[in-house]
């Protein structure tokens, strides 16, 4: 499996690439038109005090923040290529590559094809993969690790013992042991820096406690809990 970090991905989205995409797949001309006015002609300066910048215009990218702007980004990545016998799984500007077998050797070789295809792909639609940042692991009982390894533009991507993705920690044995002793800190983390509001001396009447409770120190550890709770005391 590995993990590809796309450089500035929302910063970089071609505006011309994605009405062609747009119009690929059939969106109302009208709406495009829309669509392409509200990302073309922006402009952006700096402030700092009372002194700002010169306005520059902005060529590319989707506005962050905004509700249209992810839509947009999964639209111009909707025709990502997927390589035979390799599985892609992509949340936003998140993606993974993952492939089974019991021959390491050919996990290797599917999982390199897969990059390089995705290689080109984003070239072709300036993108970029941030090398530096991409992530590979091998889930396996075995202790040796793999002998070779993959590489992103000639850049060789070491083998980890885990990988973060979409805020889940998964180590190659996928135990999970990483995973939750990374909550249980973030729990114990979020319980004292509220403890003045919920140990028995606070004023708070125990609804209000109990929603702090519900608000802000059980996401911390429960998030993701169907995929391990079953798995480690």
């Not at 035979?84 to 599917?110: G, K, M, P």
């Not at 990988?163 to 249980?184: A, E, M, Q, S, T």
Request: charged fraction near 20%; aromatic fraction near 10%; proline fraction near 5%.
């Amino acid at each position: 499996m590995f993990l590809l970090d796309m450089e500035k991905a929302f910063d970089t989205v071609w505006h011309k690439g994605l009405i062609h995409k747009l119009m690929a797949i059939n969106v109302p001309l009208s709406l495009i038109k829309i669509i392409k006015s509200y990302i073309s002609q922006r402009s952006f300066k700096v402030h700092i005090g009372k002194i700002s910048s010169t306005s520059y215009s902005v060529p590319a990218g989707v506005p962050q923040g905004s509700i249209l702007g992810p839509h947009l980004f999964l639209i111009y990545i909707n025709d990502i290529p997927r390589q035979t016998r390799t599985n892609l799984a992509c949340f936003a500007d998140d993606t993974a590559c993952f492939t089974t077998s019991n021959d390491i050797d050919l996990i290797i070789d599917r999982l390199q094809l897969s990059i390089d295809k995705l290689i080109d792909y984003f070239r072709n639609w300036k993108l970029q993969i941030n090398a530096t940042k991409t992530e590979a692991i091998i889930f396996t009982r075995k202790r040796e690790t793999p002998k070779r390894s993959l590489h992103v533009n000639k850049h060789p991507i070491p083998w980890s013992n885990s990988v973060k993705y979409l805020g889940v920690i998964l180590d190659k044995k996928l135990n999970w042991n990483d995973h939750v002793c990374n909550l249980r800190l973030k729990g114990i983390k979020a319980f004292n820096a509220l403890k003045p509001l919920l140990n028995r001396r606070s004023n708070l009447k125990s609804y209000t406690k109990l929603c702090i409770y519900s608000t802000l120190i059980r996401p911390c550890i429960t998030y993701a809990c169907p995929v391990w709770g079953c798995t480690s005391k």
